[in-house]
């Protein structure tokens, strides 16, 4: 029950580096910002791994970017995929555009699966598998996890959580929602988003590095697609939040009350 | 211009975030000088449809053995053709795991752009822009959306309840979904219960140290009263006084509540490392000069035998 | 006895002798290639020094040991000439090697200093079974083996005395006299006249005479033969594995890999990839235990001991000899593979356990009398579980992800380096080229709130001082030494390249760190991958400036409040031999400090290196903790202060000191933030 799967990875800032905005609210300052791998696309290419160590396949993986995106295909490739494929676009990204270039993508390769992180910890939006799920009209599993523990034997063998069956037709998926863990069956080919509990990511070999630089990773421009990729959430002004003010003493219980329950409001 | 608000259900009970949503959606009517329509989708959701109507505003209740899971395969097309069906220029919800999951199918057989996790609205009419958090919200982004329908979630703890006002109109929506053509089923939801949250997942976690000198108990009843998960710093779990897995640092657990307490903690880099990410933290500690007081949003020099306690009381008495 | 016979005994004891010594070291061929016959000159003087000279043998700590061992090894030297002529004897009585007959001067003074040795064997025989026996020192492991080989030389000795006495007996009877003392011959004269009290008829002497000659050569030909088995091979590889021994700056540089080479081997998998002078060190542990002394890993109840190691290298290598020799002869690259396939995995002879548990101190390798590398092993045991199975403590993958994202362990933002003195105004290398050192400040200097005020207090010094400096601020990225340390090789080299070129973009000659961990993979291990420059340890710097008149002892008395003692990094007193510089620095700024009871070469580890820092410690008890009470005893019950010159070394000892209850009683500070609250400027 061999499957072909298909994972996106998306270069996002680094949170740790402090992300500034520009003073004109354009945009984030990006000089001296580390990049790297979507954490939760991270997941994604894990557990697209372990349904391959598991059932065979092939497990490729996109990215839609400038040319700096490949770093992040190499990451995967590293961490065992087996061919990446760069969209090149440079300019703003939305959910919109981004969910219509996996659509070509997808009719390009015909996957079985398509994994993707919920969201990406930059713009943060959670759209773009539910959206590529309708385009495609194909069933959706979001913020796929997993109910054992990252700590369990299960993980420790690098188990997929998601679950191959029906003669490799259906998935079962488990996935957190408010209150509770629901499970979805889902018949492939399917959208599954992955959220932060489903595995831990492994950390590449250096074996898995070195032959990650000879994996191939077909390059095909955005505007080849014939797609529309004119943003549809458009970003008009950056502010930054009102600043944390650190190191506010307060002298009694009291003050500190009013303010966790007035200021932050967190109780 | 219409706003059309998903309303969110479970076991025939209202979610209260809906509540949250309807105003939001109120919001936006009063800025594009439109009405505010509510959708309710499920199986023998009759009776709460007229209990949504009490909120002032025309209720859309579908009601249909297919829809009585929040599957978004079956519910995203209702909701789909009854926005067209009101020509809702805005299509909201509550941004929980339903409205998440849900609300993007919906913008996709729009062809709408969407935003998710508002927290508040600019502009009026045709130009009403959306105000949401970026980069974990360490940026506040003020976006528009460019397409004919707009859709958009909003976190529910940036928008009143909803009063009633009056009431609206309840009427019948057909609903055309083939179960059997559905590639997504249902197969079961268990509960999962909380007599403590997981470290890694709860919004609020207290966390003791050192300064605790082994008794944990202060720090236990404030993370009961809130419902909060329970850390340690190093010291408390090598001294034996805490189980490991309560660790929170750079070789235990990294975690980011919306709350972080630490109590009897100085706040070495070790620790900081593993609790940075907490949107607001709190430290206790009886030495003006402990490290994490860099780092703190609010600090208390005392002792947390008794700031603890105080903090909890003060809970207790605002509920 | 007929020649024929001792012909044979000859034959048979050299040829089995051979064999079985051929046997352990034959296989080595199948090991790694390690160039080690470059420099000569400094060979040499190592062998003479550590060799013949058996410096590390008479270590000040060992002393009594150290004199008994010289005693047994001076008998070898002197007396290998001595058991040539013997052999020639049992042929011919009058048998003498050229220039050693007993009528010349040469030959009466050999046969005068072969009896002292023989004297002095006796003694340390006897001294050596009384340690063994009586005694018992803890680094010893009890075995019959060392109590026969003792038996042995004992028995050669004793040997040798009853043949020369019976000798000089008859002589004297047959000069019609009685056996006198004699001071040029003082063994066999004591022999003779013990002898000759005995009063024993002539053919008694003559067959003791005969027998002991016979019972001494049998004696050499079975001690011979004993020795390939036990750790007494070390007769044989010591002085060759000195001479081939890892010239400066040894184990604290780690061997580079070519990463980008076919068939690198990238740690090591099994017994091959050790090199073959990693397998002759095995071959040559004389088991002697001193690697245990100051050991923090082994001291701490950690499942690690050198000795040990060498032991089940030393068994594993010889078990896998017909493997290694298969290898080594392997025509083809497959029939190589096929035989490497035989081999087990390396991490089932020495436990991960084990190899895990060291701090890369550098004890071990400072006290081995026979310089025995005993680190870069189990680094190469890390490298596989890193690289290749990429396995290993959970604790790794955040460590190794955040080195890689935010070039530092604890992941903080990289354009965060320089927040530490945004208000002090310090120049950067980007802006100026005015500048004579570069500060390198390092991770923990640069997060680490802490350590931030010792970065502060440097800068203070160096202003005092009027020294140029500059530093890379947010250019500025981990050395990797903690990555290289903890087997990931790649990201090592990926850091130090990023580091290398920013130097070379900023032309940085002379960089002046806090850090001993940095200062070591810049100084040291930087070079091999194309930065070369001049390094110094802030403390080094400090006392070159005192030195130079940049930088004032204090006007004011030294204030003799508070007692003061001082932890040695160990990747500055014994990884880069510097241990008066920081002694210089505090001197300078008038402090009187009392040294604890392992300090220098001998310092306890806080239990930091070795990437130890990064991992949790959930073995035996804590180093660190140990370490803070000697030092808690040195200062005594009033407490005081520590003085330390490294990050590691602080943070270490600031929770060993509260994890014994002392926060209140004894603070943890830098050497330079106790110089930069004492010095003033030149007058």
């Known amino acids: 029950m061999a499957l072909k799967i298909l994972v996106a990875a998306k270069r996002v800032e680094d949170p740790e580096s402090k992300i500034r905005v520009k003073p004109d609210g354009s945009g984030i300052v990006t000089e001296g910002v580390n990049y790297k791998l979507n954490p939760f696309d991270e997941i994604a290419v894990e557990e697209a791994l372990r349904l391959k160590e598991k059932h065979g396949g092939e497990v490729v993986v996109v990215s839609i970017g400038g040319d700096r995106c490949v770093t992040e295909i190499r990451a995967a490739l590293a961490m065992g995929a087996d061919r990446g494929v760069l969209v090149g676009h440079e300019g703003p990204l939305d959910p919109v555009v981004v969910s219509a270039v996996l659509a070509e993508v997808f009719a390009q390769e015909k996957p079985d699966l398509v994994l993707l992180g919920k969201q990406s910890i930059d713009d943060d939006q959670n759209q773009a598998g539910q959206y590529l799920a309708e385009r495609l009209v194909l069933p959706q599993a979001t913020f796929a996890s997993k109910t054992e523990s990252l700590e369990s034997e299960a993980e420790q063998k690098k188990e997929p959580g998601l679950v191959l069956g029906g003669g490799g037709k259906t998935l079962t998926v488990v996935r ?67 600043s944390r003010k650190g190191g506010v003493k307060v002298s009694n219980v009291e003050e500190l009350w009013s303010k966790l329950h007035d200021e932050a409001k967190v109780l | 211009m219409n706003v059309l608000i998903v309303a969110e259900q479970a076991q025939g009970r209202l979610r209260k975030a809906t509540l949250h949503a309807v105003t939001a959606g109120r919001e936006v009517a009063r800025r594009t000088g439109g009405c505010v329509h509510l959708a309710l989708l499920g199986k023998g959701v009759a009776q709460l449809g007229e209990e949504l109507a009490e909120y002032g505003a025309d209720v859309h209740v579908a009601d249909a053995p297919v829809l009585e899971h929040p599957l978004a395969e079956a519910h995203a097309p209702v909701v789909a053709d009854l926005a067209k069906a009101l020509q809702a220029t805005f299509v909201g919800a509550a941004a929980t795991a339903f409205g998440k999951d849900l609300l993007p199918r919906v913008a996709a057989r729009l062809d709408a752009g969407m935003a998710t996790e508002v927290l508040s609205f600019g502009g009026d009419g045709r130009n009403v822009t959306f105000r949401r958090p970026m980069w974990a919200g360490n940026v506040l982004a003020e976006v528009e959306i460019a397409t004919a329908v707009k859709v958009f979630t909003v976190r529910p703890t940036e928008f009143a309840s909803a009063a009633k006002e009056g009431k609206g109109a309840v009427s019948s929506v057909a609903v055309s979904v083939d179960a059997a053509a559905l590639k997504t089923r249902y197969a079961g939801f268990k509960v999962v219960k909380s007599e ?68 009897g903690i100085s706040g070495a880099i070790q620790h900081l490392a593993g609790m940075k990410g907490s949107k607001v933290i709190v430290a206790v500690n009886k030495d003006p000069e402990a490290p994490v007081f860099q780092l703190a949003d609010y600090g208390l020099v005392g002792d947390l035998f008794k700031v603890l306690p105080e903090l909890a009381a003060k809970v207790k008495a605002s509920r | ?192 006249l013990g002898l000759h009290a005995a009063a024993l008829p002539a053919d008694a002497l003559h067959a003791i005479g005969a027998s002991a000659l016979w019972l001494h050569l049998g004696l050499v030909a079975v001690f011979l033969n004993f020795l390939p088995f036990g750790k007494h091979f070390h007769v044989v590889t010591a002085l060759p594995n000195v001479y081939l021994r890892a010239l400066a700056p040894g184990s604290a540089r780690l061997r580079t890999l070519d990463l980008e080479a076919e068939g690198t081997s990238y740690g090591a998998a099994t017994i091959a990839d050790l090199s073959w002078k990693e397998g002759l060190d095995a071959l040559s542990c004389t088991e002697c235990g001193r690697c245990q002394t ?16 060498n032991g089940a290298l030393k068994r594993h290598l010889v078990a896998s000899a017909p493997a290694l020799l298969r290898v080594a002869r392997a025509k083809d690259p497959e029939a190589r593979g096929a035989a490497l396939a035989e081999l087990a995995p390396l991490s089932d002879v020495v436990a991960p356990d084990t190899f895990w548990s060291c701090t890369t101190c550098g004890w071990c390798e400072t006290a081995c009398p026979v310089l025995i590398e005993n680190l870069p092993r189990l680094v190469d045991l890390r490298r596989q579980q ?41 120049p950067r290398a980007s802006e100026t080229k005015d500048f004579e050192y570069l500060f390198f400040v390092g991770c923990a200097g640069a997060f680490d709130d802490r350590q931030k005020k010792v970065s502060r207090a440097i800068v203070t010094i160096l202003r005092a001082a009027g020294v140029k400096f500059a530093i890379l601020g947010e250019e500025e990225t981990c050395t990797g030494d903690a990555a290289r340390r903890l087997g990931n090789e790649y990201l090592f080299q990926l850091l130090a390249r990023q580091n290398i070129e920013t130097f070379a973009r900023h032309g940085v000659t002379k960089v002046v760190t806090q850090c001993p961990h940095c200062l070591n993979a810049i100084k040291n ?99 660190n903790r140990r370490r803070a009470e000697e030092l808690s005893a040195t200062l005594g019950p009033n407490g005081g202060t520590v003085a330390v010159g490294c990050p590691f070394c602080l943070t270490m000892l600031k929770d060993g000191v509260a994890e014994t209850g002392k926060e209140e009683q004894i603070r943890v500070l830098d050497v330079a933030e106790l110089v930069a609250a004492r010095v003033s400027l030149p007058p």
Request: net charge positive.
């Open chain 3, 1 to 192: 006895m007929p020649p024929v016979v001792i012909t044979a005994l000859f034959v048979a004891a050299l040829g089995a002798f051979a064999y079985n010594a051929s046997r352990r070291l034959l296989p080595l061929a199948a090991l790694r290639r390690d160039d080690r016959l470059d420099r000569p000159a400094e060979r040499l003087r190592a062998l003479l020094r550590f060799g013949f000279g058996q410096r590390r043998v008479l270590d000040a700590e060992e002393r009594t040991a150290g004199v008994l061992h010289v005693l047994l090894f001076g008998a070898f030297l002197v007396l290998a000439l001595r058991t040539v002529t013997l052999f020639g004897m049992a042929f011919d009585p009058e048998f003498h090697l050229p220039g050693l007959s007993t009528a010349s001067s040469s030959g009466r003074g050999y046969l005068f200093l072969k009896d002292l040795v023989v004297l002095g064997a006796c003694a340390g025989s006897i001294g050596f079974l009384w340690r063994r026996l009586v005694t018992r020192p803890a680094r010893l492991t009890r075995s019959w083996e060392g109590v026969l080989i003792l038996c042995f030389i004992l028995g050669l000795m004793v040997t040798e005395l009853l043949f020369d006495g019976a000798g000089q007996l008859g002589a004297a009877y047959a000069r019609g006299g009685v056996p006198t003392f004699d001071a040029l011959a003082p063994g066999g004269s004591l022999a003779a």
């Open chain 1, 176 to 242: 957190e929602v408010d209150g509770g863990v629901e499970t979805l069956e889902v018949t492939l080919p399917a959208v599954v988003t992955t959220d932060l509990r489903l595995n831990k990511p492994r950390f590449a070999s250096l074996p898995g590095i070195m032959k990650a630089k000879k994996k191939a990773v077909r390059q095909v421009s955005a505007a080849s697609l014939g797609v529309d990729l004119a943003s549809k959430v458009v970003v008009k002004m950056l502010a930054e939040p009102p």
């Open chain 3, 386 to 426: 890193v690289l290749v199975d990429a396995s290993g403590p959970d604790e790794l993958a955040r460590v190794f992800k955040n080195l890689e994202t935010q070039g530092n362990p604890w992941g903080i933002g990289s354009n965060r380096r320089a927040e530490w003195c945004a208000d002090l105004d310090v």
């Open chain 2, 196 to 263: 403590r949250p997981e470290l890694t997942e709860a919004r609020v976690v207290v966390a003791g140290g050192r300064g605790t000198k082994g008794d944990f108990t202060p720090v236990e009843a404030l993370a009961d009263l809130l419902g909060a998960a329970i850390g340690a710093s190093r010291a408390a779990v090598d001294a034996g006084w805490v189980p490991n897995d309560w660790q929170v640092g750079q070789t235990g657990k990294v975690v980011a509540p919306e709350l972080y307490v630490a109590a």
């Open chain 3, 294 to 309: 100051h050991c923090p890993a082994h001291l701490t109840g950690k499942p690690l001991s050198h000795k040990a190691v």
């Open chain 3, 525 to 623: 291990e930087y070079p091999d991958l194309g930065g070369r420059y001049e390094v110094v340890h802030h403390t080094e710097l400090i006392a070159k400036l005192v030195a130079d008149g940049r930088l004032a002892r204090p006007a004011v008395a030294a204030l003799a409040e508070e007692r003061i003692t001082f932890h040695d990094p160990c990747y500055l007193a014994r990884h880069n031999d510097c241990v008066d510089a920081p002694r210089r620095a505090l001197s300078a700024a008038g402090i009187a400090w009392t040294e604890p009871e392992r300090s220098g070469r001998t310092a306890l580890c806080c239990g930091g290196g070795g990437g130890r820092m990064w991992l949790e410690e959930k073995l035996g008890s804590r180093v």
